[in-house]
């Protein structure tokens, strides 16, 4: 047994945060929130260079060939930094729809009742109904979206829209959405593993540096314990989320989803208490991580499916 | 990053999965949790069929007795023990798991010649004379005193919480050698004959009923100075190394356990219809993931203590934040599902567990410890006042 990442893990990881630190710091993040947050097409396009996209995809078919694991590591640095944009969705479509793993195309997903997030961005829309997917472009895309109506997003980066009853739109079929909505699950799990990891690194960066009572705030009780179980629900994640990778057992995906969702969303709360007044401004990122991550949590298996499929595991 | 064991670490599981089989229908029967001696007899025969089968001190280093095994191996061995329904360690806890491992990893090789091989062949048992009535959590402000006389140290205080201290032959006792020197200079790490005259050892009945645990009063009793274990004022560190061992890995088999308890409790919901409450069975199926996640970071844990080829690390505060926490959120669960009466009848085990793990939080230190030396060590957050 070696569940430790292995060196070219950790390079691959380190690269792309790297890419990220360079392309999509917190002023880019700050203008993309500013900007609506729409898809940053450029980005995108180098982050299909990077093989953010292709990663799984077998080299005959132009990918990487890696596996799981690996997009849930890169997955977890656009977590961290916010990266906006359907991600999972992009990555799932690669090799089904044409320019998804180049960075090429953007694909949004419709799921349910659930608002459909950068619509008017989307080049393809995936489209999932039960165990069934499929992919809607050209005219019944723009139909879609012709019917569509924008949602005030709770969520400063992500817009979103209200789409009609989808049922009736043609699209091409895609194989396996039972494993689409799991990969998914697990993708989304990983951003909010990163999120989680950079509400926590915030929260402890601002109690070592602000000081009240003559002290930093980080060597009062109250405060530093907040941040302990930022760390301890983070740590419980990520060994959550890389163990789903390794084994893609359907349960233990639901079980990182579940993980994740609330590391992310608690740790986002907790940082906001940390900073105070300050947390509860615009200008802090703090709101961005934790709307962001309500809005992960809704979802890609929201809690209370996760929490009846792990029920039914239980014999 | 792979969770698949080598084909030696298979080979390591079935050979043990076949010892257990042939060995556990022949055990005696459980004692009464009351009955100490037959506890006592129950433990160590338990860790005598251990050592003839050659899994005793597995995870020692061979050069102590152990047999040198793989931190993977060892939990093989927790967890193909708990999966089979094996004993615990019970009274051998302290003895195998933190006494003997710090004689290992600090004593003279007279010291391990002398005390290593009877804990692993389970003919003597450890308990722990840590904590005193004024220094549980600040456990560096610990008061009793050994004044050296010639060849021996002489020890006057009291010490509390001793688990197993009733049936115990030797006990690790921190005793205050440097009256004079900062609280945590001053300490020394003995190793004391239960039996020696002066000790006193007075049960206390825990809030489940059970003698667990006991005060021992220390009454100008005298220990050997050959029994002090690293240098006179070093027995801090010492500690650090014990208390290293007690987080690190003790706990591991439990996990399994509370899996094991989480699917009886799906069961028991099942059979009585309370199955079809979907708050409780999502509840149930939030603690599958917690426990599933916890096993999964022991792994981490393991893996990462085997790439660094050290002491565990402050991985283990981690664990035993969440786990202690667990273990408590799934004994509520259990009396949810045992329903409101049954849930008074101390005769369900549910119910005892439910008891006992109230302790989780406060032994081998407090959550609150615990978030310290995360915040501190781990995030690196200054110390408080
Ligand atoms: C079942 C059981 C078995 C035990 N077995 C043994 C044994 O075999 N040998 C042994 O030596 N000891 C043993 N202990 C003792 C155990 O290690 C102590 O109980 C524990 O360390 C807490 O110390 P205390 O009981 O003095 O509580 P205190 O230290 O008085 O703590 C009381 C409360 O104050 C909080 N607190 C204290 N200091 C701080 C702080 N700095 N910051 C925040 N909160 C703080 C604690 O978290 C706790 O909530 C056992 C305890 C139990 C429950």
Known sequence: MDFQLSDDQRALRTGMRDLLAGRFGRDALRAAVEGGGGVGRELWRELGAAGCFALRLPETAGGVGLGLPESVLLFEELGRVLLPGPLAATELAAGAVKGAAEGEAVVAVADGDLPVAHLADADALLVLAGDRARVLTGAALRRALDGARPVRSLDPGTPLWRVPDLSGYEGEPVADGARLRREGALLTAAEQLGSAVRSQEAAVQHAGEREQFGARIGSFQAVKHLCADMLVRAELARTAVYAAAVTAVPVEIAGAKLLADEAAVRNARDCLQVHGGMGFTWEADVHLHLKRAWLRAGGWLAAGGAEELLAADLE | ?385
């Not at chain 2, 004022?233 to 356990?257: I, Y």
């Not at chain 2, 989480?262 to 219809?273: I, K, N």
Request: hydrophobic share 40%.
């Open chain 2, 1 to 385: 990053m792979d969770l698949a064991y080598t084909p030696q670490e298979e080979a390591f599981r079935a050979r043990l999965r076949e010892w257990l089989a042939a060995v556990l229908p022949g055990l005696p029967a459980k004692p009464d949790p009351g009955d100490w001696p037959g506890r006592r007899a129950y433990d160590a025969g338990w860790q005598r069929l251990l050592y003839d089968a050659g899994y005793a001190g597995l995870h020692w280093p061979a050069d102590a007795g152990g047999r040198g095994a793989t931190p993977t191996q060892h939990l093989i061995f927790l967890e193909e023990t708990e999966r089979a329904g094996a004993p615990y360690v019970g009274a051998n806890f302290v003895g195998l798991l933190h006494a003997g491992p710090t004689v290992a990893a600090e004593g003279t090789p007279e010291q391990r010649a002398r005390w290593l091989p009877p804990v692993l062949r389970g003919d003597e048992m450890w308990c722990q004379g840590f904590s005193e009535p004024g220094a549980g959590s600040d456990l560096a402000a610990l008061r009793t005193r050994a004044v050296r006389d010639g060849d021996a140290y002489v020890v006057s205080g009291q010490k509390i919480w001793t688990s197993h201290a009733e049936v115990a032959d030797w006990c690790e006792l921190l005793v205050r050698t440097d009256p004079e020197a900062p609280k945590h200079r001053g300490i020394s790490w003995l190793a004391m004959r239960m039996d020696s005259p002066g000790v006193t050892v007075r049960p206390l009945r825990t809030l489940a009923g059970s003698t667990e645990f006991a005060e021992m009063f220390l009454d100008e009793v005298r220990v050997p100075v050959s029994h002090r274990v690293g240098a006179e004022n070093d027995g801090w560190r010492v500690t650090m190394v014990t208390l290293s061992f007690e987080r690190g890995t003790a706990f591991v088999g439990e996990v399994v356990a509370c899996r094991r308890t989480l699917a009886a409790l799906a069961a028991e919901a099942r059979r009585t219809g309370r199955w079809d409450d979907a708050v409780l069975r999502r509840r149930l199926g939030r603690l599958n993931a917690e426990f599933r996640a916890l096993w999964r970071l022991t792994q981490w844990n393991v893996s990462e203590a085997q790439a660094t080829g050290g002491v565990p690390g402050t991985g283990g505060s981690v664990f035993k934040l969440r786990y202690s926490h667990a273990r408590q959120e799934l004994y509520e669960a259990a009396a949810e599902v045992l329903g409101a009466g049954d849930a008074l009848d101390l005769d369900r085990e549910w119910v005892r567990d439910r008891l006992s793990s109230l302790s989780y939080t406060i032994a081998a230190g407090t959550s609150q410890i615990q978030r310290n030396i995360v915040a501190e060590r781990i995030l690196g957050l200054p110390k408080g006042r």
